[in-house]
């Protein structure tokens, strides 16, 4: 019964980390309907940064998000307003070949400066963890999925309370009648693209100390992103919440009670079951009227 427990434990707090990577994605994807290819490269970039902040100045990774956070949003919408509002008037298709092209040189220009090998940082609670009897609670796992709670939970007040919240869910479902009320759709399209960008920074933090990472492992962020988006439903914060958490909790329950080899097949089993079964996801609503919903 222990090991139950421990593993549930252990799969909810991974899964709340998959969710924060998936936050940016989620926006893009199911908000603007763009697949943003360069979605994992922005991710591992944010870890970058957020490893130098540690590196040099020995800032906390979580706390270096917050600096982090300001560059990336800038950059968000400089590649927007350079690169996917122009070719969205051409052809929107032509954005998913523009976006891979700008994780790939992103791949080499953090190659070029950080060299192929793995980074990692290792904050004063890297190794701590919080014992409850015969259980354990890593305090890395623990605060990584904190702060996706927080991410969560502020994307989704600033969604269903703010004005910009209100324009995006204009913009998304109706934007001609949008533009009736004084909405412009490109310009909530680029505020957009800023915050996913920008949001990268608490998933690239988490990164920095859960895991090893090199400038080539954006490819397998972006697919577990795409994973939870998918499971979750295209444009649904909380939605992507939750589907992390399924996520992280059936890859624990893989790797404890069957095998570690199959608990990389996790993510492409249950898009396939969930395309299957519900193909809009599974937590979100069929006709998408709330774009936060």
């Not at 914060?237 to 080899?261: C, H, I, M, N, Q």
Request: glycine fraction near 10%; include cysteine; aromatic fraction near 10%.
């Amino acid at each position: 019964m222990t090991e139950l427990v421990q593993t549930l434990i252990f799969g909810i707090l991974i899964g709340g980390v998959y969710a924060l990577m998936a936050t940016g994605l989620t926006l893009t994807f199911g908000v603007m309907k763009i697949v943003n290819m360069a979605q994992g490269a922005f991710l591992i970039v944010s870890t970058y940064l957020c490893y130098a902040l540690w590196q040099h100045f020995g800032l906390d990774p979580i706390l270096a998000a917050f600096l982090v956070m300001v560059p990336m949003a800038a950059l968000g919408l400089v590649v927007y307003k350079l690169v996917i509002e122009r070719l969205e008037r051409i052809d929107p298709g032509l954005t998913i070949v523009a976006t891979f092209a700008l994780a790939l040189i992103a791949e080499a220009f953090l190659a070029l400066i950080w060299g192929p090998d793995q980074k990692t940082t290792t904050p004063a609670y890297f190794n701590q963890a919080i014992h409850l009897g015969p259980l354990v609670i890593p305090r890395a796992q623990f605060y990584g999925c904190l702060l996706a709670i927080v991410i969560t939970v502020v994307l989704q007040v600033a969604i269903k309370r703010t004005w910009l919240g209100r324009a995006i869910t204009a913009a998304s479902e109706n934007p001609e009648g949008a533009r009736l009320i004084g909405v412009e759709p490109a310009r909530v399209g680029a505020w957009i693209f800023a915050i996913a960008t920008g949001s990268t920074a608490f998933g690239g933090a988490a990164l920095s100390f859960l895991y090893q990472f090199t400038p080539d492992t954006q490819d397998f962020w972006l697919g577990l992103a795409l994973s939870v988006v998918i499971v979750g439903g295209l444009g649904s914060v909380p939605g992507a919440f939750a589907a992390g958490l399924l996520l992280g909790l059936a890859e624990a329950l893989t790797t404890t009670y069957v095998s570690v080899r199959w608990a990389t097949a996790v993510p492409t089993l249950l898009i396939l079951v969930v395309l299957t079964i519900r193909p809009q996801g599974l937590f979100t609503r069929t006709t998408r009227q709330d774009a936060g919903s």
